[in-house]
């Protein structure tokens, strides 16, 4: 049984289009997070949420939107997509406390054309 | 917020010889943990070793240990007997307590040579 999945794995798709990521966790964890990682490996962090509070809101483009319906679910929806955005995108959950560690889904790969 | 550097994009080592990948981290937090995760070319991230900042002890699992400088802010992973199956991206990571913002370094390639 799968922790953290995301579907897409992979998405291919024009500039211009609208596209969302899902993002489930059977862990029963507090916080997910969603982390872009780029063609030189750099993971960095977009957005977390708590409970379905978003709680960091890094320097993303309004383009992206988190969107948690409850908190084993993070969704990541994409307006208007550029070149730029081609990326491996990860979501992860954690429980929240000690040194329990973060989780992460198996990525789905971005693909704009 | 939290940095955590990898200083070095790339290593390499002998098979069955031991390597030490670095890291740094710049904080304010007096507790904090840290991870070691490795990404092998199917993407998916692999925890490898976790320590948290109040622990003195190194922490140990099987060929990978810690080096856990606290006053440094350094956090060094030590793989010894390494394996053609530890060739890798090693990713260092920061995460604080207080609202589980969780940073990662750069990277470092590892390859292993046979």
């Known amino acids: 049984d799968t922790a953290v999945s995301q579907t897409p794995k992979y998405l291919v798709t024009q500039m211009g289009n609208d596209k969302s990521i899902k993002c489930e966790q059977n862990?029963?964890?507090?916080?997910m997070y969603w982390y872009k990682q780029d063609s030189k490996k750099f993971l960095k962090i977009m957005f977390s949420?708590?409970?379905?509070?978003?709680?960091i809101n890094e320097t993303v483009p309004n383009r992206f939107s988190p969107k948690s319906p409850d908190k084993a679910h993070l969704n990541l929806h994409i307006n208007s997509l550029e070149l730029g955005d081609s990326a491996v995108y990860f979501c992860?959950?954690?429980?929240?406390?000690?040194?329990?560690?973060?989780?992460f889904g198996q990525g789905t790969r971005l693909t704009v054309v | 917020a939290q940095t955590v550097t990898q200083s070095q994009p790339e290593m390499s080592v002998q098979e069955a010889e031991t390597v030490t990948l670095s890291c740094t981290y710049d904080?304010?937090?007096?507790?904090?943990?840290l991870f070691w995760y490795k990404q092998p070319p199917s993407r998916q991230m692999i925890l490898v070793i976790r320590?948290?900042?109040?622990?003195?002890q190194n922490a140990t699992e099987n060929r990978f240990s810690v080096n856990f400088q606290k006053a440094a802010k350094s956090f060094s992973l030590k793989i010894s007997d390494s394996q053609l199956g530890d060739a890798a991206m090693y990713f260092c990571?920061?995460?604080?307590?207080?609202?589980?913002?969780?940073?990662f370094g750069a990277g470092t390639r590892l390859t292993v040579k046979p």
């Open positions: 862990l029963g964890h507090d916080t």
């Open positions: 949420y708590n409970n379905k509070e978003l709680i």
């Open positions: 904080t304010s937090e007096s507790d904090y943990y």
């Open positions: 992860a959950s954690s429980q929240g406390y000690g040194d329990t560690e973060a989780f």
């Open positions: 990571a920061y995460r604080s307590p207080f609202n589980n913002d969780m940073r």
């Open positions: 320590q948290e900042a109040y622990k003195q």
